[in-house]
């Protein structure tokens, strides 16, 4: 499990420099929100995630590791795309949102839990 989310780290941290250069060259900087979520959440929560598995491997074997892994990799696709979305003025992107922060909320909390109880 860890290096699973260590390799899809790297595709939001490409994900997140690309955006930045967008929002250098267009001047655009309407999109720096979503860029911003893209390295915290996807690059640096993810990889640090992936670290913390690799570290500690019996984390990465239990059922909270895989469905927080999928909720995770499901959710901050679907924020990111809503955010986007609310950006454009989309009027069904707000409940996406709120959604895809619910969904990624969840998600953390099953790795805390994941910690705390096999982290002895």
């Known amino acids: 499990m860890g290096k699973q989310c ?24 309407s999109l720096s929100p979503i860029q911003s979520h893209i390295h915290l959440l996807g690059w640096t929560t993810l990889g640090l995630i992936g670290l913390i598995y690799v570290a500690f491997p019996a984390l990465s074997v239990t059922i909270l590791a895989r469905i927080h892994f999928w909720i995770h ?20 992107a707000g409940m996406w949102v709120d959604i895809g922060w619910v969904l990624l909320a969840t998600g953390v909390m099953l790795f805390m839990v994941n910690v705390w109880d096999r982290l002895r």
Do not use: R
């Open 6 to 29: 260590l390799k899809i780290a790297t595709v939001y941290f490409a994900l997140g420099v690309l955006l930045s250069v967008i929002i250098g060259v267009s001047g655009d900087s």
């Open 73 to 92: 990799n499901i959710s901050l696709p679907m924020l990111i795309l809503a955010i986007i979305g609310k950006n454009y003025a989309i009027a069904e």
